[in-house]
């Protein structure tokens, strides 16, 4: 049976493509090193590739709804160690690094908001959005997904329709709230706001993305769902030139190279919703198809990567980078040296205090 062959892979390609969505990310936020060098249009293109963001937002929607389903919604106790065990997942390596960077008060001089850094509540604030480890601002969405999700994926299972409907309602309510702050006192913190803020950098904005690898989780365990991506001829092919094409029309509404397509309408709709449809098909290319793409994202340098892809989102920009480069600083942006400080990192920190973490959480009864 189809869903078998998957369990026994352990979607080896999907941990791979986690390493090419961490590698874009890097090249996005380096892209100022090229603009001299590589053309207008060419520039333009990799001035999207923040894409790597929805790539794993995309990824967490599916794995997490494929793995658990309803299972968190059994009891109270069920639902409290999925929790911790999210929390488990993506929190201590994070403190750690945020810890180090305000012990360095040279590069931590003036920011005071230790609360809202540590609970990553400081992301739903545009004021704070770009303080302490700027690109943890995806792990306050990924954590509002994880508090979601298992209510997501009981709707889903309802209709889908059911489900879409909640994170819409979830949308106008922090619009809402936003907005509302803005007329009462001016909303000087940014509390989800202003609205471009909100929706590109709140799970409220961008709760779609993880709705549609949700919605290809549900479509694998479902007769009728299974027949639909069965009919999809070459899905890896199809998925992956998708992708390439809605980056580009993407691209295609930005005035410059450093100026987002998304800051448009046009664009944004195409992000988010498009987009992760395109993502959604390709991740099922790479699970159901034999090809080159999927070989190279099995092997097991890609699969190490992708599993120290965490550390190396955490680590490639902000405090950890900056240290780095005050020691030492390679010709490729020490885009090699920060790779092995991940794999590194990874095995010596992050494994071993999630295998310990998740050991604790096993003895709640």
Known sequence: MLLENFNKNKFDALTGMRAIAAIMVFVYHNRKYWRHDLPFVVMRFISEWHIGVTIFFVLSGFLLAYRYEESPLDSKKSYLKYILLRIARIF??????????????????????????????????????????????????????????????????????????????????????????????????????????MIGSTFFGRSLE?????????????????????????????????????????????????????????????????????????FWGLMSEQTWVSKILSTRIFVLLGNASFVFYLIHLSYFNMKLKSYIYLPDHNFILLWICSIIIYFLVEKPLYKWCRDLIAKIR
């Open 92 to 197: 201590p390596l994070y403190w750690i690094l945020l810890s180090f960077y305000f012990l360095d008060t040279p590069y931590s001089k003036n920011v005071d908001t230790y609360f809202l850094q540590y609970s990553l509540f400081y992301s739903l604030f545009d004021k704070y959005s770009i303080s302490g480890i700027v690109q943890a601002w995806s792990l306050t969405v990924e954590f509002f997904f994880y508090i979601f999700s298992p209510f997501l994926f009981f709707l889903l299972n309802k209709n889908w329709k059911y489900c879409v409907s909640f994170l819409f309602g979830l949308f106008l309510l922090s619009w809402a709230l936003g907005s509302g702050l803005h007329w009462y006192n001016g909303n000087p913190e940014g509390f989800l706001y202003p609205f471009k803020f």
């Open 210 to 282: 993880f709705f549609f690898g949700m919605l290809l989780a549900y479509m694998m365990k479902q007769e009728k769902g299974l027949q639909v991506l069965k009919s999809l001829k070459k899905a890896t092919l199809l998925g992956g030139i998708s992708m390439i094409i809605l980056t580009i029309a993407i691209a295609f509404f930005a005035k410059n190279s450093f100026v987002h397509g998304v800051e448009r309408w046009e664009g944004r709709l195409i992000h988010e919703i498009l987009l992760p449809v395109s993502i959604a098909i390709f």
